[in-house]
């Protein structure tokens, strides 16, 4: 049976990952411009600030930090210190590691990466979960994360067979032990809906039939909710209308298909709920204000150009070999 983080997970489809490493002690700061993909990371020596959106951030050895917002930010000994451009740093190292300070005093290391997303799906993202997740060391689900990251990170830096697999999948596992995370307490979207039973059972009956003809008073029965109190408490809790939400994951599955399938306009009209090509190609305009065939060509073209973007990405990071990347217990 499908659930709605499983299906959101899915449709991210996270690819090419990134590693780098922080080595800093004393006063230092190091700040990243803002960009699409998510962000994560693990502090395994010191502690430090991040600065970002919101009042700082105190990270200590052992924290878990995923960064899904598209905002710059940065991390540092101190909110006053200067900070350097980090991918101005990665550009002239060939190790992926970023030295700071001018001595040893605290020295904190921060190991962290980052993956892209399809380009169709970044505001699907930043619209359902949070922009910052932080996991202290000690939280449930941490040290699972924290193996899963070793995984990670030996694939990203090895040059084994089957990579191109196993790593989306790795990185798949460790979102979903992120977002599920009972520290996870987001002021809005589907993941506080579904800490919620009652909105928790319409999502889980929405999305186990996508294209049955939800109205409102449905999703308000399989919550067990007068439709009115449904709606409000949607409303409240997921940043939008049930008719809203349905819409944008109806679309969102229709981008996928567009994106990644051979399946014709009418094949993917019944896929997402339309009983005909005409009807979904009329809401699909009203979302997008494209057609679908147009829109077919643009995401191909987004996603060909994304593809080369991470390439040259990979290739201004790339890591000879998997000596620097040390296990995150070291």
Not at 116 to 135: G, K, N, T, W
Not at 210 to 215: E, F, I, L
Not at 282 to 309: C, I, K, M, V, Y
Request: hydrophobic share 45%; glycine share 8%; proline share 7%.
């Amino acid at each position: 049976m499908s659930d709605p983080l499983t299906d959101l997970v899915g449709l991210l489809r996270p690819r090419t990952v990134l590693w780098k490493r922080i080595d800093a002690a004393g006063e230092w700061a190091v700040g990243f411009t803002a960009a699409h993909g998510v962000k994560f990371g693990v502090l395994t020596r010191g502690n430090c600030l991040l600065l970002a959106d919101g009042p700082p951030l105190r990270l200590n050895a052992g924290d878990f930090l995923l960064l899904c917002g598209p905002a710059p930010f940065r991390f540092a000994s101190g909110p006053d210190v200067r900070p350097v451009e980090g991918e101005a740093l990665l550009a002239e190292v060939s190790d992926n590691v970023i030295r700071l300070g001018s001595n040893t005093d605290d020295p904190v290391r921060l190991i962290g990466g980052a993956f892209l997303l399809e380009p169709a799906d970044h505001d699907l993202l930043h619209h359902l979960v949070p922009d910052r997740i932080h996991l202290p060391g000690t939280a449930d689900g941490t040290a699972r994360i924290a193996r899963l990251l070793d995984l990670i990170g030996d694939e990203a830096t090895a040059d084994r067979p089957g990579a191109a697999f196993v790593l989306p999948r790795l990185v798949e596992v460790m979102l979903v032990e992120a977002l599920r995370s009972e520290r996870v307490t987001p002021p809005r979207g589907m993941l506080r809906a579904l800490r919620d039973p009652n909105l928790g059972a319409a999502l889980l009956a929405f999305h186990a039939d996508v294209r049955h003809p939800w109205t409102v008073a449905e999703l308000a029965t399989a919550a067990h909710l007068s439709r009115t109190v449904f709606a409000a408490r949607f409303a409240e809790q997921v940043g939008t209308t049930p008719v809203a939400y349905v819409l944008a994951w109806r679309m969102a599955l229709a981008k996928d298909a567009l994106t990644h399938s051979d399946q014709t306009i009418e094949e993917i009209a019944r896929t997402v709920g339309y009983g005909s090509a005409s009807a979904f190609s009329n809401a699909f305009h009203r979302f997008t204000g494209s057609r679908p065939g147009r829109d077919r060509r643009l995401l191909h073209a987004a996603g060909e150009a994304a593809g080369e973007s991470a390439t040259s990405m990979v290739n201004r990071h790339a890591t000879p070999n998997a000596g620097w990347m040390p296990s995150r217990r070291g």
